[in-house]
């Protein structure tokens, strides 16, 4: 074989998968597409017909050299960066793993990035290109598999996090890089106001810093990069090592937080509080709100990302981080609306997309928000 | 070739009447300055493709939101087409004016208005300059990544509607990666915020949507970029070769040892001796290629890299590698490399620059299959490029008072844009497609995809009023110039009627 690889366990379920949309077009049905079914507590309810999209998997070309990788959307995601780590590349937005089943196509259609993403970007920053099924069941093929490419409207970026409302994706394209060849996790039991003043002024400065979370009253940090860099900047900063297996657990939500066992298929039970997620601005400070006194919490991204376990009033919480310049979304399965609602003018506009690309409402309709 | 509006083809323009526009836009926004005679007008009638002119209808200078805002509503409810404008060094025709149009300038919108070291950003106005970004915040030890080789001149702006990149970004992205929001003014005059200073947004990800989108879906009237630390050192590598698809094949090798360099660009023999010529940098002028490759960092890291890169240029067959000094040593090989477009300039009349993309495997081959050819079509071709990002420029040399030669050249740069995406790359890599490449879209995608563009631009442009003609083809025109490529027999586009 040459540079370019194909994986063995492949499978191409293209025609089917278009069949299916066509009948869903032909008799006006709508469409819930499922990959692994790992992540049913994102977004909301959809009724429609399951299509699944386990049987199209298979990476079709993987190019070490050029640092991309494309692959069909059923693909599980365990299968993907076992294929790269062969080579010593990986995904670098470190996508949350929910176990063996989660997909390639949920993973880009969920749009979420774990503990690595204020430093190399998130899953949409590696997007290269993208082939999907329309709502006639016709396949698309936009942006490619070359580092840039600005012809025409960006619409694979788009259908990242978009939870499948905006077209089936087939094919993903993405770029990858050379895991780094030196790491270091380290602790400092430092308050959280000292932390986020450290992490802004490191920020300033060039340091190879690829995490950090506050968390049970310590600031931990990894560090990634050559070697003679990070064994310098683990000098510098001191403090305790840590198990580098914090972050795995991290990024793929098994933390006592995120109670590992509750996003599997069981139904949420109602003794637990429900898991708010805050994106807001670098340096806002904690959030003034009596109501999260003592709550459960995990500041990541340098304080960026903020997980919390809280009965708060949505409203509330959600006011709070607007104020701030951030929003909120709730992943406690069945929550009634777990996105924050958008301003008019924006919601005009999704509408008016949603109408223009999916114009009878075939795919997970009403998954992201109730009209669309 | 023309690639003025064409009706027929383009779709029709609403004739309107100068003088009703003018006194209905004045009447709108009293205080908006509107140019209208000729010789006000003649400053604006083209970008950085200058062999395409067209006198606007009138052109704007706003100064304040509220003027852009009254002007879109009026335009809209007039249905006057608007075309936006930066700084007009765009390379594809993007703003190129409208006869029928009015040509909305956003140069007066220089301000910076806030830099936040802490949460390293910076919120501007569009008509920034790209540069001036990282001198307001270098203070503070922190620069704004892409740098397009215009940088010096081209406004924030264009640079988000043309997703612009430069030689950093190979290793930090273009500008999509490295904007964290925007205010757009919509062509009804709606205002919005798309992104945000946190690190993502509830919604549909318009932010990417509007990167690259040329002024089509709606006006940049603010954007806020992410700011990242200088690095503390950076160190620059030449390394020269006697035969050009060696220089190709050692691009591949330093990114397949795991090293990605802040720049890797790459200038063929002729591109090296004029540059040579024209800045005197230490070319050696009788290579046949020469790569620069930057590598930046923590100064334990790029020494290690600078080892590994040194290794693999003497695997790959440079004939000779030299490592920069001291930084006026560094200034100096960049120099030749940010000047060789008018040291090229200085050779020849006139040059026309291309903006393929290849995946970089295909280097050497594509290189081949350019000067091949160059000798076919009897033009010189200079190649300077973005070798990290598979990101070519060809340099086409002619002669415009040469009784056809620009429609030779223009012939040329289609067939290298076609071998660009025949070895499954694209038609432009960060220049846009603007006027200039609207025939080649149709080569690069099948009506299916064009016809989703449109859906795009009719959510957010229901009449069509944002810089018509634009960036995407109509179907007619694809069916008409599609036809030029014809594979296996097949015409694209059957379904449609032939002109
Ligand atoms: C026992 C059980 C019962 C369930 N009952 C319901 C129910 O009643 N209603 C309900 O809404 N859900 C229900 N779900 C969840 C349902 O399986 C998911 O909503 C499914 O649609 C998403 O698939 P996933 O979890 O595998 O997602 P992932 O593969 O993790 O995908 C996450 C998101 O991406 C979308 N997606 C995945 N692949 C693609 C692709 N290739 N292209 C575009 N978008 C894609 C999904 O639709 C989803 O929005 C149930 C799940 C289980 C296990
Ligand atoms: C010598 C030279 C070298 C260059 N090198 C590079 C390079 O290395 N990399 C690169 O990417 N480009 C390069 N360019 C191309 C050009 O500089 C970029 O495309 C730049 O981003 C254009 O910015 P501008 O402000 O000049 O935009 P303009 O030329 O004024 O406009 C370009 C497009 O942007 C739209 N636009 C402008 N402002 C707005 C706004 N506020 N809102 C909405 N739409 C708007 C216009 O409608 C038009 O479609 C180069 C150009 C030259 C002349």
């Known amino acids: 074989m040459s540079a370019t690889e194909t994986s063995t366990t492949s499978g191409d379920d293209l025609v089917s998968l278009g069949e299916r949309l066509k009948q869903a077009h032909r008799e006006g049905g709508a469409v819930r597409i499922e990959g692994g079914g790992t992540r049913h507590f994102t977004g909301r309810q959809v009724e429609g017909e399951v299509l699944s999209t386990r049987r199209h998997r298979g990476i079709t070309s993987y190019d070490p050299v050029e640092l991309i990788v494309s692959v069909r959307a059923g693909t599980p995601l365990q299968e993907l960066e076992a294929t790269l780590a062969q080579h010593g590349q990986m995904l670098p937005f470190e996508p949350p793993r929910f176990g063996a089943e989660s997909t390639v196509g949920g993973m880009v259609a969920s749009g979420l990035s774990g503990p690595r993403r204020p430093w190399a970007g998130a899953v949409r920053d590696f997007v290269l290109g993208m082939r999907v099924l329309d709502h006639q069941g016709r396949e698309q093929r936009f942006g490619g598999e070359v580092m840039k490419n600005v012809a025409g409207y960006d619409l694979s970026r788009l259908m990242v996090g978009a939870q499948g409302t905006l077209g089936l994706i087939t094919e993903v394209s993405l770029k990858v890089l050379p895991v780094p060849s030196s790491s270091r996790s ?41 070697p003679g860099s990070v064994a310098a900047t683990a000098d510098m900063i001191g403090g305790d090592d840590l198990d580098a297996g914090y972050w795995q657990q991290l990024r793929d939500w098994q933390l006592p937080l995120f109670r590992d066992d509750q996003f599997r298929s069981q139904p949420f ?7 708010w997620r805050l994106a807001l601005p670098a340096n806002t400070p904690a959030l003034a709100l009596a109501e999260l006194e003592g709550a459960e919490s995990i ?9 919390l376990r809280s009965d708060i009033e949505a409203t509330t919480l959600r006011d709070a981080c607007a104020l701030a310049g951030g929003h909120a979304t709730c992943f406690t399965p069945q929550a009634a609306d777990p996105y924050t609602p958008l301003s008019p003018v924006l919601a005009r506009y999704h509408r008016q997309l949603k109408q223009q690309l999916d114009p009878n409402g075939v795919f997970n309709p009403g998954r992201l928000y109730p009209d669309f | 070739m023309n690639i003025l509006h064409d009706e027929r083809l383009d779709g029709e323009l609403v004739p309107h009447d100068r003088a009703k526009v003018l006194a209905a836009l004045a009447n709108a926004a009293p205080d908006l300055t509107l140019l209208h005679r000729e010789e006000d007008l003649r400053p604006f009638e083209c970008d950085g493709l200058s062999a395409y002119r067209v006198l606007p209808m009138l052109v704007a200078l706003p100064e304040t939101l509220d003027q852009v805002e009254a002007l879109l509503r009026k335009c809209h409810e007039l249905r006057v087409p608007v075309v936006t404008r930066g700084a007009g060094t765009g390379l594809s025709g993007g703003a190129l004016p409208l006869e029928q149009g009015v040509l909305l300038v956003m140069s007066r919108f220089s301000r910076i208005l806030e830099i936040d070291a802490d949460a390293r950003i910076a919120r501007v106005q569009p008509g920034v300059r790209n540069l001036a970004i990282s001198e307001a915040v270098a203070p503070h030890g922190l620069y704004y990544a892409p740098d397009p080789s215009s940088q010096i001149a081209c406004s924030i702006g264009g640079n988000v509607a043309e997703n612009a990149g430069g030689v950093h970004c190979l290793k930090y992205g273009l500008t999509v990666h490295n904007v964290m929001s925007l205010n757009v003014m919509t062509i009804e005059g709606e205002r919005m915020t798309i992104g945000s200073e946190a690190l993502d947004s509830p919604g549909f990800d318009l932010l990417a949507l509007m990167m690259g989108s040329e002024g089509m879906l ?21 390394a020269s070769f006697d035969d050009i698809e060696k220089a190709g094949t050692a691009v591949g090798a330093i990114i397949a040892a795991g090293i990605i360099p802040g720049g890797l660009e790459m200038m063929d023999n002729l591109a090296i001796r004029a540059a040579e010529d024209f800045i005197q940098a230490g070319y050696p002028v009788d290579a046949e290629a020469i790569l620069l490759c930057e590598l930046d960092g923590v100064e334990a890291d790029v020494q290690e890299d600078i080892n590994t890169v040194r290794r693999v240029l003497e695997t790959s067959g440079a004939t000779d590698i030299q490592l920069a000094r001291d930084d006026a040593e560094r200034a100096r090989f960049w120099a030749g490399r940010k000047n060789a477009f008018p040291a090229v300039g200085r050779m020849s009349p006139d040059y026309y620059c291309m903006d393929g993309t290849i995946p970089r495997r295909e280097l050497p081959r594509v290189l081949k299959g350019i000067s091949q050819l160059s000798e076919q079509y009897g033009l010189r071709v200079a190649n300077v490029f973005h070798a990290g ?34 070895a499954g790359g694209s038609i432009t890599g960060e220049h846009g497609v603007g006027r200039e490449k609207i025939n080649q879209m149709c080569a690069q995608f099948g009506s299916l995809e ?50």
């Open chain 1, 269 to 275: 039970t109602d003794h637990q509080q429900p898991l």
């Open chain 2, 218 to 238: 709606g006006v940049v009237t603010e954007v806020t970029v992410k700011l990242l630390p200088k690095p503390e050192t950076a160190k620059v590598l030449m």
């Open chain 1, 299 to 307: 500041d990541d991204w340098a304080g960026c990302q903020r997980w």
């Open chain 2, 389 to 422: 990002d598979g990101n070519m420029h060809p340099l086409i040399l002619f002669d415009a008072n040469r009784e056809g030669e620009l429609a030779v050249a223009e012939e040329l740069g289609g067939r290298i844009l076609e071998l660009c995406v025949e």
């Open chain 1, 186 to 226: 380290l602790r400092l039991e430092i308050d959280r106001e000292r932390a986020m003043q450290q992490l802004a002024s490191w920020g300033r400065q060039p340091l190879p810093l690829s995490a950090a979370t506050w968390h049970d009253g310590a600031l931990n940090l990894r560090l990634e990069g050559g």
């Open chain 2, 450 to 499: 064009i016809t989703a563009f449109h859906a795009v631009k009719h959510a957010f442009d229901e009449h069509g009023l944002l810089n018509p003609g634009k960036n995407i083809p109509t179907l007619a025109r694809c069916a008409e110039f599609g036809a030029m490529h014809v594979h296996n027999n097949e015409l694209p586009h059957p379904e449609l009627p032939r002109f």
